[in-house]
């Protein structure tokens, strides 16, 4: 299994363009995450999934859209860039285990964003 | 309101000393709490989890976790550090207000720790 992987490993934009950060999991998760991190903030959750066709805003949304189309993949989309959404994103995704959510969330390694 | 706090945002140790890196929370009802590693310029890798039973855990690379209720504390301990272990560690609670059904996680800051040979 290659996990969770995400595209592109790197990329600048300048601001007030648009781009998808691509998220795919070949585990069958249900669950997946968008988290974008910050020096000393830790990990703020974007949009989250618990399906495909279900999404849900997290603690840090606005700027950004998702979907969810597959299991397989989540991606995030940023229509106007700012220099404010300069960040690492990451995926993760996890499953329900037993009718509860007790396991541990898988990440993918990050894309790397600086917004001009 | 839920949280995790970190409160060292760096923890220096010897090569060979026991560490720990604190972390405490609050949250409703039982906690799930979850530890997890972070090297440089990559993803975050899962160390260990408190569901129930044992407060003491053991998790991946020698680490372990104790649970202790009454103090609200989760601390990341090893007894012997290797510099390789140098990485920034994240604590991490499950979301308690949706019951759990989302299986969303509450992150610390992060604490980064430099193991010195």
């Known amino acids: 299994n290659a996990g969770v992987t995400q595209t592109p490993k790197f990329r600048i934009l300048k601001i007030g363009q648009s781009m998808t950060l691509q998220c795919t999991q070949d585990m069958n998760h249900n669950y997946m995450y968008w988290y974008r991190q910050d020096p000393g903030m830790g990990l703020k959750l974007i949009y989250y999934?618990?399906?495909?066709?279900?999404?849900d805003k997290g603690e840090v949304p606005n700027g950004y859209n998702v979907s969810r189309s597959t299991t397989e993949d989540f991606p995030l989309r940023l229509e106007l860039a700012a220099p404010s959404q300069t960040s690492v994103y990451f995926c993760?995704?996890?499953?329900?285990?037993?009718?509860?959510?007790?396991?541990?969330?898988?990440f993918g390694p990050g894309t790397r964003l600086t917004v001009l | 309101a839920q949280s995790v706090a970190q409160p060292e945002d760096q923890v220096n140790v010897a090569e060979g000393n026991p560490l720990t890196v604190k972390c405490t929370y609050s949250?409703?009802?039982?906690?799930?709490l979850f530890w997890y590693v972070q090297y440089p310029n990559r993803g975050l890798q899962f160390l260990l989890k408190?569901?129930?039973?044992?407060?003491l855990v053991k998790g991946s690379y020698g680490f372990e976790a104790e649970f202790n209720k009454s103090q609200t504390s989760f601390h990341l301990k090893k007894p012997s550090a290797l510099v390789s272990d140098s990485a920034l560690y994240f604590c991490a609670v499950r979301d308690a207000l949706d019951g759990g059904a989302t299986n969303k996680l509450i992150f610390g800051t992060g604490t980064l720790l430099a193991v010195q040979p």
């Open positions: 993760a995704s996890s499953y329900p285990e037993g009718g509860s959510a007790y396991n541990e969330q898988f």
């Open positions: 949250v409703s009802g039982n906690p799930y």
């Open positions: 999934s618990v399906g495909a066709g279900i999404t």
């Open positions: 408190y569901i129930t039973g044992d407060n």
